[in-house]
């Protein structure tokens, strides 16, 4: 059973730059027809979709997100990144991933289409305080 | 970005009783192409992430109770619980998945009456 499971640093302070990872159980990686997603909510903005990644490395971002975050993998290892370059207040979320279902979707290399998000990990909170 | 609003945001059901929830988006998420719904609905119990309850706006994801239903087409689609059992406490979303950037309601809380 495909299991998924955040990790990341609990509490930042504004402008830092933070790192969360979500390691793969149950499974691999390495599939065309997923891709690996980082979602996530918070009281005001509810759920957010923020990026997704290929076992190739190739992410697709949502542009309100694009110009400040990362997504990095590892298939050897079995875990997929996100990192935010400088964080604010309105980053405190609790922060999901998720597999990307992507079967019988357009994908480009300049844009791609996904499906729905499951399974789910537990999540994490990212709290941004001074 | 596809604007998703459900209403109510929240209601309370008796033990038993039918609960129905609605979701409109801004624009259809109807293709023509496949005739299909581009649209799920996922349940968030306390302290947990959300799950996939329902894919292609009426497909049940495999092990959710037949006690979930999912309707509608291009606009308004419809979730019904139709006999509330106690563990189906939670806040219910949907979620189009048509545009490359996919998003969600703001999420419907089901409690007991």
């Known amino acids: 059973q495909l299991q998924l499971q955040e990790s990341g640093p609990g509490l930042v302070k504004p402008s830092e730059a933070v790192s969360l990872t979500c390691t793969v159980s149950?499974?691999?990686?390495?599939?065309?027809?997923?891709?690996w997603a980082w979602i996530r909510q918070s009281p005001g903005q509810g759920l957010e979709w923020i990026g997704s990644?290929?076992?190739?490395?190739?992410?697709y971002y949502n542009p309100s997100f694009k110009s400040r975050v990362t997504m990095s993998v590892d298939t050897s290892k079995n875990y997929f990144s996100l990192k935010f370059s400088s964080v604010i207040a309105a980053d405190t979320a609790t922060y999901y991933c998720?597999?990307?279902?992507?079967?019988?979707?357009?994908?480009?290399?300049?844009?791609?289409?996904?499906?729905?998000?499951?399974?789910w990990g537990p999540g994490t909170l990212v709290t941004v305080s001074s | 970005d596809i604007v998703m609003t459900q209403s109510p945001d929240s209601l309370a059901v008796s033990l038993g009783e039918r609960a129905t929830i609605n979701c409109k988006s801004s624009q259809s998420v109807l293709y023509s192409v496949d005739n299909k719904n581009y649209l799920g609905w996922y349940q968030q119990k306390p302290g947990q992430p959300p799950k996939l309850l329902i894919y292609w706006a009426s497909t049940r994801e495999f092990g959710v109770p037949d006690r979930f239903s999912g309707s509608g087409s291009g606009t308004d689609f419809t979730l019904t619980i139709s006999s509330l059992q106690a563990e189906d406490v939670a806040v219910y979303y949907c979620?189009?998945?048509?545009?490359?950037?996919?998003?969600f309601g703001q999420g419907t809380k089901v409690e007991i009456k």
């Open positions: 998720a597999r990307h279902d992507a079967r019988q979707r357009y994908c480009s290399i300049n844009i791609c289409y996904f499906n729905w998000f499951d399974p």
């Open positions: 979620q189009q998945y048509y545009e490359r950037v996919s998003t």
């Open positions: 990644i290929y076992d190739s490395g190739t992410a």
């Open positions: 149950g499974g691999s990686l390495t599939t065309t027809s997923y891709s």
